[in-house]
Nanobody
Framework: VQLQASGGGLVQAGGSLRLSCAASGRTLGPFATGWFRQLPGKEREFVSAISWSGGTTHYADSVKGRFTISRDNAKNMVYLQMNSLKPEDTAVYSC???????????????????WGQGTLVTVSS
């Protein structure tokens, strides 16, 4: 599976962005897809995850109520709608695919099998 995140950019605090994760090579399944973010010198941080059916979603406390994850399996895409952005949301955002359930899902990076290149989100104050 090849994953590619896009949609990042520069936005003022309070603004919105929608990130997209496109998959090629095979479908974004069978289990789940997640978003993580990272700043240089900092640990990768879990942001959100969604099951294959879309019926189960998870969010980090820091983004709950502001971010919404969704998917379109017909298009092999996963999206992250980010509203009310804050300067502390600034990071490189990457999407990842999990092929099966493991106990560390959804928060741990090692629950995911495939990773894409990230997209930079910069929120100015």
């Amino acid at each position: 599976v090849q994953l590619q995140a896009s949609g990042g950019g520069l936005v003022q605090a309070g603004g919105s962005l929608r990130l997209s994760c496109a998959a090629s090579g095979r479908t974004l399944g069978p289990f789940a897809t997640g978003w993580f973010r990272q700043l240089p010198g900092k640990e990768r941080e879990f942001v959100s995850a969604i099951s294959w059916s879309g019926g189960t979603t998870h969010y980090a406390d820091s983004v709950k109520g502001r971010f919404t994850i969704s998917r379109d399996n017909a298009k092999n895409m996963v999206y992250l709608q980010m509203n009310s952005l804050k300067p502390e949301d600034t990071a490189v955002y990457s999407c990842a695919a999990a092929m099966q359930y493991v106990r560390s899902w959804p928060n741990a990076w090692d629950a995911y099998d495939y990773w894409g290149q990230g997209t930079l989100v910069t929120v100015s104050s």
